[in-house]
């Protein structure tokens, strides 16, 4: 058994850790989904100085593991406690409930730490960056894409887009309505089509200015689709009528659209905290 102290440890909600660190130990799923809003597994640890390599498994109810991540880390002494952090992104929970995190050192087993999975929506959730937030008011038209995103030099300012990236395949071209921090796009026959969105949990939205056509944000979204309820309706007519140019139907589309349309929300998560030296094992 490593001779390490776990003096805390925590496993909280991404954004709430950084407004709300004291809430309690919490994941969330969002209203209808299975993957888990973004969240950190924080331990604050000492030891005798040297390398380690920690685990983290999520395990359920029955004893199955839903998922490992390994972290390489140093400390530099019994008497100098370190904090360390993993962000854990895309996680499929089959429920909400209580599971565990068994954590283990070097492949011996320190603890086991219970958390909650709840069937809710971040409280958090909506929250948008003022550049996107600016972006998708001002226009009608964002890309979709279901690819790892291309590296951005951060130094660099943007450039303008020449070539859609759509036409490589990389990109879907979407009109869509936004109201409170969410996206709301209408799919269906005789409207516009998103290849791949029915079928996923999540997805990359990348945004761009409409005055300077430059790329403004290229971030993930969880993927929901939208019951139809009342709030469906007052979507439907009263965001999303006016956007859609040549209707023949005019306000009465919203009714066909019903019949025959599906609208799903896209709700921007926080961008990934950087984290060295991390590996995913099993997910």
């Known amino acids: 058994m490593p001779d390490v102290n776990v003096h805390d440890f925590r496993i909280l909600d991404r954004v709430l850790a950084e407004t709300d660190p004291n809430a309690g130990d919490v994941v969330f799923l969002g209203a209808r989904g299975d993957i888990a ?3 950190l597994v ?3 640890i000492s030891g005798p ?3 380690y390599i920690d685990a983290l498994d999520i395990i ?5 593991t839903l998922g490992s991540w390994e972290r390489q880390f140093e400390l530099d002494g019994e008497s100098k406690p370190r904090t360390i952090e993993n962000e854990l ?7 909400p409930g209580t599971y565990h995190i068994q954590y283990s050192i070097f492949d011996d087993v320190i603890a086991s730490f219970p958390f909650k999975v709840a069937q809710q929506e971040s409280p958090t959730e909506g929250i948008v960056p003022g550049p996107l937030d600016a972006a998708l008011s001002k226009s009608t038209i964002a890309w979709l894409s279901f690819k790892e995103p291309r590296e951005i030099d951060p130094e660099r300012p943007a450039a303008p887009v ?3 990236r759509y036409e490589e395949g990389k990109e879907w071209p979407i009109w869509y309505g936004y109201q409170e921090g969410r996206v709301y796009v209408l799919v269906g026959p005789g409207e516009q089509q998103a290849p791949g969105l029915a079928e996923s949990s999540s997805v990359r939205l990348i945004a761009r200015s409409k005055d300077k056509r430059s790329e403004v944000a290229d971030v993930d979204c969880t993927v ?3 019951s139809k309820d009342a709030h469906w309706d007052e979507i439907a007519r ?3 009528v006016g956007r859609r140019l040549n209707l023949k139907d005019g306000e009465a589309a919203a009714d066909r659209w019903k019949k025959e349309c599906e609208i799903y929300v896209l709700t921007p998560l926080p961008p990934a905290a950087p984290v060295e030296d991390m590996a995913v094992v099993t997910a």
């Open 60 to 64: 359920d109810a029955d004893g199955k």
């Open 238 to 240: 009263d965001l999303l």
């Open 89 to 95: 992104r895309d996680v499929r929970f089959p429920e």
């Open 37 to 39: 809003y973004p969240f």
């Open 42 to 44: 924080i331990r604050r």
């Open 224 to 226: 929901e689709v939208l």
């Open 162 to 164: 020449k070539v859609p």
């Open 49 to 51: 100085g040297g390398v």
